[in-house]
Every structure is written in structure tokens, then in C-alpha cells.
């Protein structure tokens, strides 16, 4: 039987960021960051201008050294993926507290391209073809989403889009 090799964080190029969060691996680190993440959102206190979130901070930091320096591949996909919900949430908060096209539009083609080809998540690619005026595309696109709740949440961003309240600060 083959045995894990078990992770040292402080081989890591990301061992500070681990430290500074008191997290002991990568798994441990998304779960600090979704459990802050989740709060914000049921709060609608998500926002990616607030340099005192907890999200912010792990977003920037693990920035800061860079994914591409990260060689363990298990310990890649893990802070890929907390980078994508970073920018997959950043795409809303932009569309619906700012009213940010453009910046919906930048986070919307980051959080595509960090998110892993076999995610389940069929909203961040919706978002993309909305925030790009293509309608076509993103009613095309939510004909392949069936399961709850992003079914109903393409519906809604849709109606939303065809409103024209789709680029409309929709939180306070």
C-alpha cells in the first residue's frame, strides 16, 4: 500500500499565508476562506474594495506570491480554487453593489480561467456571457443547467439581464 505523503506547509512558498491564518494545509486554508466567504455573502457584506475582509486578505496574499510559484499540484488547485470563488463572487458584487460592468467583465474572464474544467459551477460562465452583452450565449448556456439552485438563479440573472437591471446596484 502506497502512503500520502503528508503536506509540510513549511515547504511552502505559501507558509506565511498559512501561518498568518492558522492553517496547517490548503484544505484547511479554503475553509477559513469559505467560512468567511459564506458569512459575507448571507450578510451582503461581500465587497471586494473592503481591505479588512478576511477574504481580501487571503486573495491578496496568496496573490502576492503568486499561483504560478505554487509546485505542488495538489496544494495549486486547492488556493485555484479558492481564487476562483474570490473572483466568481467578485463578479456580482461588482454587477450588483457597484454597477461595475467593466469590472465584472475582468473578474468574470479570471474567474473562468481558474476554474477547473470539471466544476460543477455553471454560473461564473452564465455571468461571463452576460456581463459581454451575450444573451444568445447565456440562454444557450442555461439550457444546460438543471440542478438547484443555479437553475433558478440563471432564470433570474436572465430576467434580470432582459430588464435591463442587470448592471443595476441591486444590494445597499
Known amino acids: 500500500m502506497k502512503s500520502q505523503k503528508k503536506f509540510d506547509k513549511t515547504q511552502s512558498v505559501l507558509k506565511d499565508v498559512y501561518l498568518y491564518f492558522g492553517a496547517k494545509d490548503p484544505g484547511e486554508l479554503k475553509t477559513v476562506y469559505m467560512n468567511a466567504d459564506q458569512e459575507l455573502m448571507r450578510s451582503a457584506q461581500w465587497d471586494y474594495k473592503d481591505n479588512n475582509l478576511l477574504t481580501n486578505q487571503i486573495k491578496e496574499m496568496v496573490e502576492k506570491v503568486g499561483v504560478c510559484n505554487i509546485r505542488d499540484t495538489k496544494e495549486k488547485k486547492w488556493i485555484q480554487s479558492i481564487l476562483w470563488m474570490w473572483y466568481h463572487h467578485a463578479i456580482s458584487c461588482a454587477l450588483w453593489k457597484y454597477g461595475d460592468k467593466k469590472t465584472a467583465q475582468k473578474y468574470s474572464k479570471i474567474a473562468l480561467a481558474l476554474q477547473p474544467i470539471d466544476h460543477p459551477n455553471k454560473i461564473t460562465r452564465l455571468l461571463y456571457f452576460l456581463v459581454r452583452d451575450d444573451i444568445k450565449s447565456a440562454e444557450q448556456w442555461a439550457k444546460t443547467i438543471h ?21 443595476k446596484p441591486q444590494i445597499a
Open 147 to 167: 440542478g438547484e439552485p443555479e437553475k433558478t438563479t440563471a432564470r433570474y440573472s436572465i430576467k434580470l439581464y432582459k430588464q435591463g437591471d442587470f448592471f
